[in-house]
RNA sequence: GCGGGCGUGGCGGAAUUGGCAGACGCGCUAGACUUAGGAUCUAGUGUCUUUGACGUGAAGGUUCAAGUCCUUUCGCCCGCACCA
């Protein structure tokens, strides 16, 4: 027996259950009877994602405890998840904040930390002051907290990271393996990665033995630098314009750009602002003597927060060497030998730099890297986007970051047999002032592991997505005490076969997930080193054109819909609607055209039952639904069904296999009336049960077909032909019969196109016809 | 600016490889049954100047044949965005 692991994205516990919910999951369900009755062994499980905020920001408001919060919010939502039939093994539900969990989030902190994957550094980071904690770059959205929306500001802090960048190379070009990911996924995951291919280059400072080192992805342009260009919030800034006369402005434009929100500061339309520092840079290759400006376009966390700048080939120096008056030089010129205006973005050849001029700038842009690494002048280089990734938060409803600080042995780790690091239950939240872990005594004083004196724990817990980048893991082993999964079971049951979620996961969970996945493939827990083979995006649920929502008004509760017209048609109609992978607006009055259809399949057993003579329909109805389950068509396969239906309705009589078929490939779309049916007709067992029927080509022979007969293109008329004649047969055909003469009505036949079982097409001059 | 995607009736959508455009459903129209209809059933429903012609955002092209392939173009949505 195969196995097959579908998996729909765990949810929030945020107390009710909502339309994207019952997308997602009917989705999943559909794929999970399906292969179950196709005899794979399925795996399909459900489980809570309940560390988070918003029950910390409940018990700040309401004085509820987070835990308490959560649970109720887990089984109010179990009963709605419930009352849609979703056909989850709940034997293996598992909450993220349970102890039993987050003590294995710990030990991947721990196996992470002893790897070297994890690490803490003093950093200028995101800080959003509503939530009072740090955020991750992936969690800044337009400079605003994905989260609040609250704007985040920069603060210099110590916070622990995932070493994330190591893995940047393999995450990138691993999307190469996933064929049955979504392009648009893929290419946004490769964006953020953002690799790019250059080198570093390092600049003299003018009268000093220092020297700054920029990034650059284009040294062939290098002989048309005419300035440089420094972060105003660099570390060096301050040392190097000290006692310069340019000091003071400078000191403005770094407070300047501090105060600035990163909203403001990215505009698309932000003015370029600079400064110059009052030092002097030589350019390793023609010895120039350059200024260096301080710049608000400069980004510290981008290469190395210095930028060689060439204003005659790239836009934003342009802009900025117009504005403040700098020089202006070409150094490639166009090869079609026309005027170009500057900047000039395209290839050319090389001008204007000494020994390299001629060559065409893409071959120079090697020999110059190559001269530079001769020289000892800097060297190739390749560059990411993706930052490590910071994963510490100052927030209670978390798990705890298992370390322990000693003043005699420093940053200790938690030994593994002290797992899990309880979260404490009796703190106070305040939402003011400090975390309420770190209020708690009991909690932060501990012992030393390894030396015994008084020592303090970690007071940072960890993102939430720390805990959602291996709960596919768990899944496959949820009571193990001793080990997150076994690795047995984990090789048995991974890759996820299907992945079933919201596309606003495409770059945070989905790549965190990756990273986690390759680490524990690394460090042998694991055999694959990608998580997810198949992943399925599911487009949005619209009211009125915009998402559900309750600021807009436009909700449909899932619990109304279901106690009006029972789960079945909630089902059916959300799959029915549109394709998964698109938006789906939803209406009220086709919600009414499943519930219809339901009663119309019902209605069947009211038919005079007799021999069948639908087996061709029946058939061809199989083999359709199979072939579009397969390829997630739900909406054609329930289209399928209801011709078949209506066909049935309009026969004199209908056999039982005839409705038992119904009933069986209607059963992963609506569960409970198909049982109810199924009773009905005299079954023993479940329709759920039955093996997925298996069309028989024999019913599908006939003895005539439709083929169309075009003129020029042009229908003209429809015959019935033989499946077997050959596209010679057919040629022969036209030029017998007396109906396609007379259509022809004696024009001149150029040629004759024949495709077996489809269409007939005859070619004739126009003259006369 | 870069990347991904979409554009088909009044609406949601269908049309695996180029081969009958509009399946299925909603809505609408008419009729039947009915005390009643927001129940159910029957028939119809792309447009028009209806013996036929036109029609998949627009314009070209390839082909016997184009919603589907190619070129140009317009519009919309999503993601990233001063990434050197």
Known sequence: MKKYYVLEMFPYPSGNLHMGHVRNYSIGDVVARYKAMQGFDVLHPMGWDSFGLPAENAAIKNGTPPAAWTYKNIDVMREQLQKLNLSYNWDLEFATSSPDYYKFTQWMFLTFFNNGLAYKNKSYVNWCPDCATVLANEQVVNGNCERCKATVDKKDLEQWFFKITDYAQRLLDDLDKLPGWPDKVKSMQANWIGRSEGAEVDFQIDGSDKKLTVFTTRPDTIFGVTYMVIAPEHPLVKELIAGTPQEAECLALIKKVQNQTDIDRTATDAAKEGVFSGVHMINPLNGEKIPLYLANYVLLDYGTGVVMAVPGHDDRDFEFATKYNLPIRPVIKPNDGEEKELPFLEVGTIINSGEFDGLDSDIANDKITEHIENKGLGMKKVNFRLRDWLISRQRYWGAPIPIIYCDKCGIVP?????????????????????????????????????????????????????????????????????????????????????????????????????????????????????????????????????????SVGNVVSPEEIIEKYGADTARLFILFAAPPERDLEWNDDAVEGSYRFLKRVERLFEKKFGESKLRFDVHKCIKKVTEDIDRFHFNTAISAIMELVNVMSKADEISPDDLQAVIVMLSPFAPETTEILWKKLGKSGNAGEQPWPKFDPAALVVSEVEVVVQINGKIKTKLMLSPDMTAADMQDFVKTSEDIQNLINGAEIVKIIAVPKKLINIVVRQNGF
Request: charged share 25%; net charge negative.
């Open 414 to 550: 938690v030994p593994e047999k002290d797992l899990p690091v309880l979260l404490p239950e009796n703190v106070k939240f305040t939402g003011q002032g400090k975390s309420p872990l770190s209020e708690c005594e009991e909690f932060v004083n501990c012992k030393c592991p390894l030396c015994g004196i008084d020592a303090k724990r970690e007071t940072d817990t960890m993102d939430t997505f720390v805990c959602s980048s291996w709960y596919f893991l768990r899944y496959c082993d949820p009571k193990n005490t001793e080990l997150p999964f076994s690795k047995e079971k984990a090789d048995y049951w991974m890759g996820v076969d299907q992945y079933i979620g919201g596309v606003e996961h495409a770059i945070l969970h989905l790549l965190y997930a990756r990273f986690f996945t390759k680490v524990l493939s690394d460090f042998g827990y694991l055999s694959v080193d990608e998580p997810f083979e198949n992943l399925l995006t599911q487009g949005m649920v619209l009211k009125d054109g915009t998402k559900m929502s309750k």
